[in-house]
């Protein structure tokens, strides 16, 4: 990246930030969504891929019909998504706090 404008230099760093960074508040955020793949199938594979679900036993129960397709995989690898949130923290940086960096103007 070209200095200027954006650009990130150790001399652009003028002060840090604490964030807070926890899942989001049950009111704020949508359900966790559970998947569940197949080890041994190839990555990119439909069929090695279960369904989505909010329900983790639906989810799950994916893996019950892939055996039965293919018994000889017995691995799986479980993907969550759930949801985030960042907040800026009011006046100095804990000193056991992780911190990013701020650029300024
Ligand atoms: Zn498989």
């Not at 200095?3 to 926890?22: D, K, T």
């Not at 899942?23 to 090695?48: M, R, V, W, Y």
């Not at 017995?74 to 923290?89: F, I, K, M, N, P």
Request: charged share 20%.
């Amino acid at each position: 990246m070209a200095a200027g404008v954006g650009a990130l230099s150790p001399r652009s760093v003028s002060r840090y930030l604490a964030w807070r960074i926890r899942p989001e508040s049950a009111e704020n955020t949508e359900p966790k969504i559970h998947q569940f793949a197949c080890t041994s199938c190839p990555t990119d594979s439909l069929e090695g891929t279960g369904v989505a679900s909010e329900d983790f036993e639906s989810a799950r129960g994916w893996i019950y019909l892939h055996l039965a397709k293919f018994p000889e995989h017995t691995g799986y690898r479980e993907s969550v998504t759930r949801h985030w949130r960042a907040d800026l923290l009011p006046g100095p940086v804990p000193a056991t706090m992780p911190v990013a960096p701020r650029v300024l103007p």
